[in-house]
């Protein structure tokens, strides 16, 4: 049964936002939902992330889906980048033809949501 503890998720935390530095810029939520599922957001990006057409928000539930339309060509690189650091620690063993799912734990990665719109922000004058 999928699980992901709270240190696990901490750490996670701490990899993805030496990653991506709130001085550069960038401003991610990080939650565990339910002891099963990791919940990132990127509320704010140093770019535009998004193509015209989805200006507020994007979901990305699984790794290949990071090779949407709907992303830039940068967004691409550094969503893969994102899922990388989250799913180093994670295994997915399913059988989808026999209908048996193993996973670690479930990752959803969305760039803004529907609670917090996605921004560009400013970066921070030095």
């Not at 899922?83 to 989808?96: G, M």
């Amino acid at each position: 049964m999928a699980y992901i503890s709270t240190e696990s998720v901490k750490v996670i935390r701490y990899e993805l936002k030496e990653a991506f530095p709130a001085k550069d810029g960038w401003k991610l939520s990080i939650v565990r939902r339910d002891s099963h599922l990791v919940d990132v957001t990127v509320v704010n990006a140093p770019y535009n992330m998004l193509t015209k057409g989805f200006d507020k928000s994007y979901e990305i539930m699984h790794a290949h889906n990071v090779n949407q339309n709907s992303l830039t060509a940068k967004a691409k690189k550094d969503l893969s980048k994102m899922f990388k650091i989250i799913n180093k620690e994670n295994y997915d063993n399913s059988d989808i033809q026999t209908d048996y799912f193993d996973v670690g734990f479930y990752c959803y990665l969305s760039v803004g949501s529907y609670s917090k719109p996605f921004s560009v922000s400013k970066k921070k004058a030095k």
